[in-house]
């Protein structure tokens, strides 16, 4: 937390904490930490005015779901409906910048599946999305006197499969891809004072080949008269361009020349990579509003069977991220667990990661931009294809699209993978129309990246052949994908997995990727029900068989990249690079020469 407002900071150096990076303030209030809590399970609380209660009968540790350890509750049984509370004082207000003429906003990184929020006893609203931001206004709600309490009703189905849960078990015992749950609040929950009329959204767009970059701002409200608005731009302290205007909406679009991308000799300086994360600081003033942004000037597209970066190929090694901790589930275990994630992966030799199943919390997003780690943003699936469940998977999408557009990590989005939630897409129109529109709705949002339609096999307009195959052969791999015309072999015939790979669209041009494969087993930890695609039985063993299956995959002369399977041990999914504890199962160094082909 930033103390002084006056004094100089950048939104490209934070320390990693604040839960919203690409837009800062910095007075806030973190209300992390012990609350009280309840299992409803008979669902009496609402009639029983358990949202008028300052407190409950346990305690809490937010923002750890109930079902970790790293909560104080590590109840994994099945409880679809959990209250929380909280007091908040003047200390609160204080540290969060709140005073006459100020909105203090109750700010929420994600509760898992649906919530309602009150403060001392009247309601604020609710929301549903279990990934996703919201906030209210609380200014109105607060009672006179020094002492305030919010209290949280959070509803998650274990048994509602039309929700977008990823990898999440409906068992109440994990078992093979499955993992505990994650309900309730699994990430930060924090108060921020802001005047009247504040930025509560910026959308970054920077083109380096016309030399301009452009903020779409979001305000809170229409301003009752014109307000002056300006953005500022810098790197390493260096000006780099400003706008400044009026404006009578609660949406701009500022659109600011950076001369320093006009030399076309020197423009590479600023660009943005992962060997050279360089991150564009910003200013926003909106009125009396003060907000530090960051943004990355980079480009990402496909052709000629290649991905691009900065309009030059570029070869994709990454690997699959559950983001799943064994204390603490889906949430991070601290701030510094997310920081250290990305460079772990770094330091293993990838340039990228797909987080798997799941909306990542922004910070980890900060991280990879500020550390140089490319990014697919893949969304969590429901498990059946109904009306509701299209409408929750495409809501929830929207807004991660919205949250997370100007992150330069990210390249690649992946709406749908391996037909979860549409299982049944090869032979039903209906499923082929909904992951086509999932594909134009993205590009309608966002023509700044590639989308891949359905990782894995049976995609529809994809951008990307991305392949599963978790063949252990090494001679195998090395032969289906050793030149374009074998992958053409796969691609008009049937894939690895028994499926059809493309359904329609053309991908002549394409980039072929293999989206995971490996997945083999060492179980350095007796895990109950070990499970992988194949399995080494001691560390000369899996050395030799993780070799021989990266350097079929190095040999190909037609691939544009690849993802490994997987980072971590998961639970009883026992095929990481790394043992649940982050304990590399080779050396780092002999890791990362396998995995870059070094």
């Keep these: 937390m930033i103390d002084d407002d006056s ?11 604040y839960p919203r990076p ?15 809590f309840a299992f409803d399970d008979d669902d009496s609380g609402l009639s029983e005015g358990w949202h008028e209660r300052r407190t409950f009968d346990r305690d809490i540790l937010v923002p750890f779901p109930p079902e970790s350890e790293a ?5 994994t049984a099945h409880h679809r409906i959990v209250w929380y509370a909280r007091g908040f004082g003047a200390a609160e207000l204080e540290s969060a910048g709140h005073d006459d003429g100020t909105r203090l906003m109750l700010r929420f990184g994600a509760v898992d599946y649906r919530c309602r929020v009150w403060v001392d006893g009247r309601a604020l609203g609710g929301h549903e999305g279990g990934h996703t931001p919201f906030a209210f206004d609380v200014t109105d709600a607060l009672a006179p006197g020094d002492e305030h309490t919010v209290v949280v009703r959070a ?10 849960r990823g990898k999440q078990d409906w068992r109440e015992q994990p078992h093979v891809i499955w993992y505990h749950r994650t309900s309730g609040i699994w990430q930060p929950v924090w108060l921020e004072a802001v005047p009247a009329i504040s930025t509560t959204g910026v959308r970054w767009t920077a083109d380096p080949r016309t030399g301009l970059v452009t903020a779409g701002l979001e305000l809170s409200a229409v301003p009752a008269q014109p307000i002056e608005v300006r953005v500022d731009l810098s ?4 000006p780099l361009g400003s706008v400044q205007t009026t404006i009578d909406d609660d949406e701009a679009s500022l659109v ?7 030399n076309g000799q020197a423009y590479e300086e600023l660009l943005w990579s992962p060997e050279h994360p360089r991150l564009i600081d910003a200013e926003i003033r909106v009125g009396a509003d003060r907000a530090r942004s960051y943004l990355g000037i980079r480009t990402a597209h496909v052709a000629r069977g290649r991905f691009f970066l900065n309009d030059r190929p570029y070869y994709v090694r990454s690997v699959l991220n559950q ?21 772990l992966i770094k330091d293993l030799g990838f340039n990228a990661t797909r987080v798997h199943q799941k909306f990542e919390d922004p910070r980890f997003l900060y991280w990879a931009d500020r550390l140089g780690l490319l990014v697919w943003g893949e969304a969590p699936a429901s498990f059946t294809f109904t009306p509701v469940a299209v409408e929750r998977t495409v809501r929830e999408w929207l807004d991660i699209v919205r949250r997370d557009f100007s992150h330069p990590s990210i390249v690649t989005w992946v709406p749908l993978n391996e037909s979860w939630g549409v299982q049944h897409i090869a032979s039903d129109p209906r499923m082929q129309q909904y992951a086509r529109a999932l594909v134009a709705l993205t590009k309608a949002l966002d023509g700044t990246r590639p989308v891949v339609s359905n990782d894995g096999w049976e995609q529809v307009d994809t951008d990307i052949v991305a392949i599963h195959d978790y063949e252990a052969d090494a001679v195998v791999v090395g032969d289906r994908y050793r030149t374009r015309a074998a992958i053409d072999g796969l691609i008009d015939g049937v894939g690895p997995a028994g499926r059809v790979l493309v359904l329609s669209g053309d991908v002549d041009e394409a980039p072929v990727m293999l989206t995971e494969f490996g997945g083999i087993s060492f179980d350095v930890d007796s895990a109950a029900d070990a499970w992988g695609y194949s399995s080494a039985t001691s560390v000369s063993d899996f050395d030799a068989r993780l070799s021989a299956l990266m350097a079929a995959v190095h040999g190909s002369g037609a691939l544009a ?3 490994y399977t997987q980072l971590t041990d998961t639970l009883q999914e026992t095929n990481g690079l790394v043992g649940a504890d982050r304990t590399p199962k080779l050396p780092l160094e002999r890791l990362r020469a396998i995995m870059s082909g070094e």
Aim: overall charge negative.
């Design 7 to 17: 004094a100089p900071w950048s939104a490209s150096d934070q320390d990693g904490t």
């Design 22 to 36: 690409q837009l800062v303030r910095p007075s806030w209030t973190d209300l992390s930490g012990t609350w009280t």
């Design 71 to 75: 909560s104080g509750v590590a109840d």
């Design 155 to 164: 509803e998650d189905d274990p048994h509602d499969i039309g929700q977008p």
């Design 235 to 238: 790197f390493e302290g260096r």
């Design 256 to 262: 600011i020349p950076v001369a320093a991308l006009a």
């Design 323 to 343: 983001g799943y901790w064994p204390q603490s589930h889906l949430a991070a275990p601290s701030a510094q667990a997310l920081r250290d994630e990305a460079q």
């Design 561 to 563: 990249g690849f993802c």
